[in-house]
């Protein structure tokens, strides 16, 4: 069976169909290559939500045939369901496989032999499974394209992403795939297809799998997650599932990595507020602060509905993270528009921005869109936005000196080898006093800030809190 090496590209949905490719692949009876040079076949797996995106794997895959020419590569992923044929042109490309094919990778590797030149039969995919015969009619491509209607995709790639802020400390498991919502400007929709949900006997069967393994805090993730169990017979709501988890379940801590703003309602922040056991923690993006151009991005609320989400969370919860990603420059913005989102983030208690520059996605209703804003401004807006947010950033850490937190350890930091970063439940990164194992829970009091940390120093381990996060010994 061949040797593979998985390069991953792009955000955590990306990443966790990447571990669930290893997975079968590995059970398959394929290897695990350490490095790339030593793989038989290199999996490169895409994202497309930017053009920087495009480009970075455009790169990256010109270096892998640069290093090694013998070496054949599988793209795949969102940019190769979204521009296969571009893809295929690149030297070096052997297949390129949508995600409406992604699961079939393994099927793919398991009739490879080490060694085996050439590009697979497609005796193995039928005829109709390749890209319209109209692309392919000209002259013989010179890499195999694998891709279909991304809408009749059914499966959902799940499995436990180990990596990231931590190195395995804090393992994501991607619970929902796909979207049916329309953003003007987002192509996800197109390279992913459906909302489409884990079980939740399958959620809860590798949340304790994992909580068996040792691991203290999960973090959920998807494309939509507010989306999760509408597609399920029967129905389940995504509320309906955390409590299953707290039900079912040992893990000791769950973080929530993004919900949509309309999706958070009083009833999932009582949830939040009701135990220690889900993270302080919402991640709500929110692409604009002025209405004009929420109703262009066909977004489904306005300023003042996100505002109130955001009370909602304040009410309850007065310490919590509250994130959000902003986009810069979506076409037709004015300097009025801008200003109005900057006013709108000033006035809310955010804790930290993501902010991205607009890009345009070939087959969004925002591409067609007149009055594109130039890359100058664009750029300068973001860079205002990225300002305020390290703003609002450094203000969250201030107000927190001086409290006691419990926090999560992660993996020690070689260039620092006298303390120990780690996480709290809302979202602060810290620096604790000493060297400590990484996946330990530690209660510390926070004493200065200090770049994007927290200096903090260790009252006690808190080692001796059960499952439900009270003290044992209290």
Same mark, same amino acid.
């Given at each position: 069976?061949?040797?593979?090496?998985?390069?991953?590209?792009?955000?955590?949905?990306?990443?966790?169909?990447?571990?669930?490719?290893?997975?079968?692949?590995?059970?398959?009876?394929?290897?695990?290559?350490?490095?790339?040079?030593?793989?038989?076949?290199?999996?490169?797996?895409?994202?497309?939500?930017?053009?920087?995106?495009?480009?970075?794997?455009?790169?990256?895959?010109?270096?892998?045939?640069?290093?090694?020419?013998?070496?054949?590569?599988?793209?795949?992923?969102?940019?190769?369901?979204?521009?296969?044929?571009?893809?295929?042109?690149?030297?070096?490309?052997?297949?390129?496989?949508?995600?409406?094919?992604?699961?079939?990778?393994?099927?793919?590797?398991?009739?490879?032999?080490?060694?085996?030149?050439?590009?697979?039969?497609?005796?193995?995919?039928?005829?109709?499974?390749?890209?319209?015969?109209?692309?392919?009619?000209?002259?013989?491509?010179?890499?195999?394209?694998?891709?279909?209607?991304?809408?009749?995709?059914?499966?959902?790639?799940?499995?436990?992403?180990?990596?990231?802020?931590?190195?395995?400390?804090?393992?994501?498991?991607?619970?929902?795939?796909?979207?049916?919502?329309?953003?003007?400007?987002?192509?996800?929709?197109?390279? @992913?297809?459906?909302?489409? #949900?884990?079980? $939740?006997?399958? %959620?809860? *069967?590798? !949340?304790?799998? +994992?909580? =068996?393994?040792?691991?203290?805090?999960?973090?959920?993730?998807?494309?939509?997650?507010?989306?999760?169990?509408?597609?399920?017979?029967?129905?389940?709501?995504?509320?309906?599932?955390?409590?299953?988890?707290?039900?079912?379940?040992?893990?000791? @801590?769950?973080?929530?990595? #993004?919900?949509? $703003?309309?999706? %958070?309602? *009083?009833? !999932?922040?009582? +949830?939040? =507020?009701?135990?220690?056991?889900?993270?302080?923690?919402?991640?709500?993006?929110?692409?604009?602060?002025?209405?004009?151009?929420?109703?262009?991005?066909?977004?489904?609320?306005?300023?003042?509905?996100?505002?109130?989400?955001?009370?909602?969370? @304040?009410?309850?919860?007065?310490?919590?993270?509250?994130?959000?990603?902003?986009?810069?420059?979506?076409?037709?913005?004015?300097?009025?528009?801008?200003?109005?989102?900057?006013?709108?983030?000033?006035?809310?208690?955010?804790?930290?921005?993501?902010?991205?520059?607009?890009?345009?996605?070939?087959?969004?209703?925002?591409?067609?869109?007149?009055?594109?804003?130039?890359?100058?401004?664009?750029?300068?807006?973001?860079?205002?936005?990225?300002?305020?947010?390290?703003?609002?950033?450094?203000?969250?850490?201030?107000?927190?000196?001086?409290?006691?937190?419990?926090?999560?350890?992660?993996?020690?930091?070689?260039?620092?080898?006298?303390?120990?970063?780690?996480?709290?439940?809302?979202?602060?990164?810290?620096?604790?006093?000493?060297?400590?194992?990484?996946?330990?829970?530690?209660?510390?009091?926070?004493?200065?800030?200090?770049?994007?940390?927290?200096?903090?120093?260790?009252?006690?381990?808190?080692?001796?809190?059960?499952?439900?996060?009270?003290?044992?010994?209290?």
């Amino acid at each position: 069976m061949p040797a593979f090496y998985i390069q991953q590209f792009g955000c955590r949905a990306t990443q966790a169909d990447g571990a669930a490719l290893e997975r079968q692949l590995l059970l398959r009876g394929c290897t695990s290559a350490p490095d790339s040079s030593l793989a038989d076949i290199v999996v490169v797996n895409t994202c497309t939500v930017t053009a920087s995106a495009d480009a970075q794997a455009r790169d990256a895959i010109r270096k892998l045939h640069a290093a090694n020419p013998a070496v054949r590569v599988i793209v795949t992923g969102c940019y190769a369901q979204r521009a296969p044929e571009e893809l295929s042109r690149l030297p070096g490309v052997a297949w390129v496989v949508g995600n409406s094919h992604k699961p079939q990778i393994p099927e793919l590797l398991g009739s490879l032999t080490p060694g085996r030149a050439g590009p697979l039969s497609s005796a193995l995919f039928p005829l109709s499974a390749l890209a319209p015969a109209s692309s392919l009619a000209s002259a013989t491509p010179p890499a195999e394209i694998l891709v279909g209607d991304i809408f009749e995709q059914k499966t959902l790639l799940a499995a436990p992403v180990f990596g990231g802020e931590g190195h395995h400390t804090r393992p994501t498991l991607k619970i929902q795939d796909g979207c049916n919502s329309r953003c003007s400007f987002c192509v996800i929709p197109f390279v @992913r297809g459906k909302s489409r #949900s884990l079980p $939740p006997e399958n %959620v809860i *069967r590798e !949340l304790q799998k +994992l909580s =068996a393994a040792g691991y203290r805090e999960i973090v959920l993730s998807g494309i939509n997650l507010g989306m999760y169990g509408r597609d399920l017979s029967p129905r389940v709501e995504f509320e309906d599932l955390l409590r299953h988890i707290l039900d079912e379940t040992a893990v000791e @801590r769950l973080r929530i990595s #993004s919900i949509e $703003p309309m999706d %958070v309602t *009083r009833d !999932l922040v009582e +949830l939040f =507020a009701s135990t220690e056991r889900i993270a302080r923690h919402f991640h709500m993006p929110l692409q604009s602060g002025s209405d004009r151009i929420l109703a262009g991005m066909h977004r489904w609320y306005r300023a003042e509905h996100y505002a109130r989400r955001v009370e909602l969370i @304040r009410e309850r919860l007065p310490n919590a993270a509250v994130g959000a990603d902003v986009i810069a420059g979506f076409p037709g913005e004015t300097d009025e528009d801008h200003a109005a989102t900057l006013a709108f983030i000033e006035a809310l208690p955010f804790t930290y921005l993501h902010v991205f520059s607009y890009s345009k996605r070939p087959g969004t209703s925002a591409a067609a869109l007149l009055h594109h804003v130039p890359g100058a401004v664009i750029r300068r807006r973001a860079r205002e936005l990225r300002a305020l947010g390290e703003r609002k950033a450094v203000a969250f850490r201030q107000s927190q000196t001086g409290r006691e937190l419990r926090v999560l350890t992660l993996r020690q930091d070689e260039n620092e080898p006298s303390t120990t970063p780690a996480l709290s439940s809302h979202y602060l990164k810290l620096r604790v006093d000493g060297a400590w194992p990484p996946n330990q829970w530690l209660d510390v009091r926070a004493v200065n800030s200090k770049n994007d940390c927290l200096l903090a120093e260790v009252l006690g381990s808190g080692e001796c809190y059960d499952s439900k996060m009270t003290c044992a010994s209290a």
